[in-house]
Nanobody, 124 residues
């Protein structure tokens, strides 16, 4: 059974850091793009970052310079390093696999599997 499991969320003070992990089981990640998405209370889900199978990356403007996406195909996992966190980063974060990316923007496209999410709360 194909499965994605996120971990690493928690409560952090503004300016702090967290590293989210996305572990895949039942299939190999290496052929797919991997995206991180988030949904804050009362808001629509938004794409945060995407990394293609050949490691091209995309970030939404609000996280550029603060978040870094990476993947380790040998470990069948992906990561989202989040630095300089702000209260507006508070959300449930999801990872997902994608068939590919949008030409020109690099956003993930053709989503396949989704994890159940991990909660990130940025608050003092």
């Amino acid at each position: 059974q194909e499965q994605l499991v996120e971990s690493g969320g928690g409560l952090v003070q503004p300016g702090g850091s967290l590293r989210l992990s996305c572990a895949a089981s039942g299939f190999a990640l290496d052929a797919y793009a991997i995206g991180w998405f988030r949904q804050a209370p009362g808001k629509e889900r938004e794409g945060v970052s995407c990394i293609s199978s050949d490691r091209r990356v995309y970030y939404v403007d609000s996280v550029k310079g603060r978040f870094t996406i990476s993947r380790d195909n040998a470990k069948n996992a992906a990561y989202l390093q989040m630095n300089s966190l702000k209260p507006e980063d508070t959300a449930v974060y999801y990872c997902a696999t994608a068939i590919g990316i949008v030409v020109g923007t690099g956003e993930c496209a053709g989503m396949r599997d989704w994890g159940k999410g991990t909660l990130v709360t940025v608050s003092s």
